[in-house]
């Protein structure tokens, strides 16, 4: 269903989401006319909350109550609003959130501490960031080394069946099953040969590079010798990497979850329950959800790039402007586990040479300060990054 909102009713949502975000309170067309300046009558406005309703966007808790956004209005809000702040769309007399002073105080740690402890550090930048996100944080530290490939190998395990054997630098190896191309000759002996042309080819082509760096190679041009072989080589990789890049579900530093139950949303017991029984017993799972979303590419509907960064947000180091790291957002009935269908995940993740060694999360209520949640999850990812290279 293609979504088609006026320009007043995309700011009468976007008012209504930020007011909820405030107050927790239902929001009503009396407050959204004395708070914001739509120029028309609360009936008018009463009128496009009952047509935002109408669309999903918005629900009445009870009959005599205002609106409340849904898990749809957020993810409209989240996809589309806060991308158009600055383009006229929402109104610049509204409220906006200031940077959490906290947020600098936690780059500065990074970047004095990052040579002592990781394993303390990571867990005080949870804490910090739970506590100016009033969420709860998770991160994972690095997985191990970045390697990258050094050699190749595909043999014939059975009728239509090849596998591929990956050798890193470091001497680990890996390996996937594929279904071979469709080869110029049926013969066994012919079949070897054009294995370890293709081997070879390979070997020669990927030496060097990490398995992350295999994402965004492409095919299309090749020898004429190979060129029959494009798409097949493009599967082959694509194999490979969800293999290879599957993360490691080790050690999750968490921290938050008094900051989360002061929020009114877990005012109930049910929800707390649900919440700490996560942490305990799924707190690995959500890591590696969220590190295989980022590694096979995941669904771009969940994902979230802010605008480049202006000319006062360049590189310190370089002087470039460098685009900020992408965030993965599950909102409410979106997240794969059922036990967060009222908890919006906001993470990322950190990366050396292109190879994801960790993620930053933050888990909490629907009713999240998305725009600070997601500066945060981005600044201390990036951070990591840079830190790390």
């Not at 906006?96 to 303390?120: F, T, Y």
């Amino acid at each position: 269903m293609k979504l088609e909102l006026t320009p007043r009713q995309r700011k009468i949502l976007w008012a209504t989401v930020r007011s909820y975000i405030a107050t927790a309170e239902p929001v009503g067309s009396k407050t959204l006319a004395q708070s914001y300046n739509f120029g028309v009558s609360t009936a008018t406005i009463r009128n496009d909350l009952a047509t935002l309703e109408q669309v999903g966007l918005l629900f009445q808790p009870h009959t005599s109550a205002g609106r409340v956004p849904s898990d749809f209005g957020y993810r409209v809000y989240v996809n589309d609003l806060l991308t158009s702040a600055n383009s006229g769309g929402i109104p610049h007399d509204a409220p906006q959130p200031d940077p959490h002073p906290a947020l600098q105080q936690l780059m500065d740690q990074l970047g004095r501490e990052l040579g002592d402890d990781l394993d303390s550090l990571l867990q005080r930048v949870a804490q910090l960031l739970a506590h100016l996100s009033g969420c709860i944080a998770l991160i994972t530290p690095p997985q191990g080394p970045v390697v990258a490939i050094h050699h190749v190998q595909l043999v014939s395990v059975a009728p239509g069946r090849v596998m591929v054997l990956v050798v890193t630098d470091s001497y680990q190896t890996h390996s996937a099953l594929v279904s071979p191309p469709d080869w110029p000759s049926d013969s066994r002996e012919d079949l070897e040969d054009e294995l370890q042309l293709l081997s070879n080819f390979l070997t020669l082509k990927l030496r060097g590079k990490t398995f992350a760096e295999l994402q965004d190679l492409s095919w299309l041009k090749l020898d004429e010798e190979f060129r029959t072989y494009g798409h097949w080589l493009q599967q082959l990789l694509r194999s490979v990497v969800q293999r290879c890049l599957q993360p490691s579900l080790g050690q999750v530093f968490s921290a938050g979850m008094a900051e989360l139950m002061r929020q009114p949303e877990f005012s109930q017991a049910r929800q707390v329950q649900a919440v700490m029984q996560l942490i305990e017993e799924g707190a690995k799972q959500l890591q590696g959800m969220i590190g295989l979303h980022f590694a096979d590419g995941g669904d771009p509907q969940l994902a979230y790039l802010p605008p480049l960064p202006s000319s006062t947000e360049m590189d310190q180091e370089s002087g470039q402007s460098a685009r900020k790291t992408p965030v993965i957002i599950y909102i409410g009935s979106e997240n794969p586990l059922e036990s967060l269908h009222h908890c919006t995940v906001i993470a990322s993740t950190y990366h050396r040479r292109s190879a994801p060694l960790g993620t930053v999360t933050l888990l909490g209520p629907t009713r999240m300060a998305y725009e600070r949640s997601i500066a945060a999850v981005q600044a201390v990812a990036s951070h990591l990054t840079r830190a790390l290279a």
